[in-house]
């Protein structure tokens, strides 16, 4: 069952994620386009907690009807199984690209944590009722909020926040060391103990599913999600005096804030196109949302690809990268505004090659 509203969400969400991800220069972006250096929330760090909102919203749409007809056995379960190993290795497959070297590969990543996320809120949610679900959301945020405030970091005797020094940290330098985030080596910001809050952002999205899939007025709905919304973003907001919203340790503060925002979006998306109709618009979103595999993966590799691709020009290696925006600042406009007209243009790109794949009806699902 196509959710139209969702499919538009889930491909603003991917539009953004190729311009924050590919500007033509790293050191002239504008602030809203790079994550917070540690606590605080930009428009940036919305793009990964949204995606597993929508990861989870989308789970009582496909597996809704199996669960409330009893029909949820085991054959579903090794399906839901066999996709969170697909996706998980298809992330150390793009972690690895080109080179492979497994001794120091990383193994944490955006799409290995959507695979976890994934595969526990679909069990969750096949196996558990709405109420005990909220239960477990509520449990998931408690429980995280003191195991990283009160909870002394080996090696330190505090319990800490900071980037090194917080007990995930420790966790993912423990068990995963030498296949962490090369930004740091240290930590990773997909790293073990904060995938569990991120299964907090994908139980959000469940409730938001179920509650869109019932019967009853379309605008009764959105209104509840509208209040929710709200609600979750003022929980978040106060809780962020004494929990910091932060991305990449995941905090509880950060699931209720930008889940709160993540409903309000849907919300108005639901309300402009299957209460007011306006649908006109929506086409150009679907492309992208009804093949966000072919989104993440395409990116990675072409953007890859731009970086390792050189050849002598002179005294110095140009990279394909370096050659193509050479051209954009060539056009004297302010660095800021070419590096980010050069996101544009690899985000449209992929726009052409969207759009040709979906009227060829080419998909790639898992």
């Known amino acids: 069952m196509r959710f139209l509203s969702l499919d538009v969400f889930r491909g603003m969400i991917l539009v953004l994620m190729l311009i924050v991800n590919n500007p033509g220069d790293w050191g002239a972006v504008y602030a809203p386009l790079?994550?917070?250096d540690w606590h605080g929330c930009t428009l940036t760090d919305l793009v990964f907690p949204f995606f597993l909102f929508i990861v989870g919203v989308a789970v009582p749409f496909a597996l809704g009807r199996r669960k409330e007809s009893g029909s949820s056995g085991m054959e579903l379960y090794k399906k839901i199984f066999f996709r969170v190993l697909l996706i998980f290795g298809i992330g150390l497959a793009l972690n690895g690209f080109?080179?492979?070297?497994?001794?120091?590969?990383?193994?944490?990543?955006?799409?290995?944590?959507?695979?976890?996320?994934?595969?526990?809120?679909?069990?969750?949610?096949?196996?558990?009722?709405?109420?005990?679900?909220?239960?477990?959301?509520?449990?998931l945020l408690l429980a995280y909020w003191f195991v990283l405030t009160q909870i002394p970091v080996p090696g330190y005797g505090y319990a800490s926040l900071e980037p090194e020094t917080n007990l995930g940290a420790w966790i993912d330098y423990s068990l995963l060391k030498g296949h962490l985030w090369s930004g740091s080596k240290t930590w990773d910001p997909e790293g073990l103990l904060s995938t569990l809050p991120a299964i907090?952002?994908?139980?959000?999205?469940?409730?938001?599913?179920?509650?869109?899939?019932?019967?009853?007025?379309?605008?009764?709905?959105?209104?509840?999600?509208?209040?929710?919304?709200?609600?979750?973003?003022?929980?978040?907001?106060?809780?962020?005096?004494?929990?910091?919203?932060?991305?990449?340790?995941?905090?509880s503060s950060f699931v209720l804030f930008t889940g709160g925002l993540a409903l309000l979006t849907l919300a108005t998306l639901t309300w402009l196109i299957d209460v007011r109709g306006y649908k006109k618009w929506t086409i150009h979103f679907v492309y992208f949302g009804m093949n966000s595999m072919m989104v993440f993966v395409g990116s990675g590799i072409l953007a890859r690809l731009l970086g390792i691709i050189r050849w002598n020009q002179g005294e110095k290696m140009v990279s394909l990268k370096g050659f193509l925006y050479s051209g954009l600042q060539a056009t004297g406009l302010p660095t800021k505004i070419t590096s980010f007209l050069f996101a544009l243009v690899?985000?449209?790109?992929?726009?052409?090659?969207?759009?040709?794949?979906?009227?060829?009806?080419?998909?790639?699902?898992?």
């Open 200 to 251: 907090g952002t994908g139980l959000l999205g469940i409730f938001a599913g179920n509650w869109l899939r019932r019967d009853g007025n379309p605008a009764e709905k959105i209104n509840i999600l509208f209040v929710t919304g709200g609600l979750c973003l003022l929980l978040g907001y106060f809780w962020d005096m004494v929990f910091p919203v932060n991305k990449k340790i995941w905090t």
């Open 98 to 139: 080109p080179y492979y070297h497994f001794s120091t590969i990383r193994i944490p990543g955006v799409l290995q944590r959507i695979a976890l996320v994934y595969g526990v809120i679909a069990v969750l949610y096949l196996k558990c009722s709405t109420r005990v679900l909220f239960y477990i959301l509520v449990t």
């Open 34 to 36: 790079l994550h917070a």
């Open 346 to 366: 690899f985000a449209f790109l992929f726009y052409l090659l969207l759009k040709l794949m979906y009227h060829k009806k080419v998909f790639w699902k898992l």
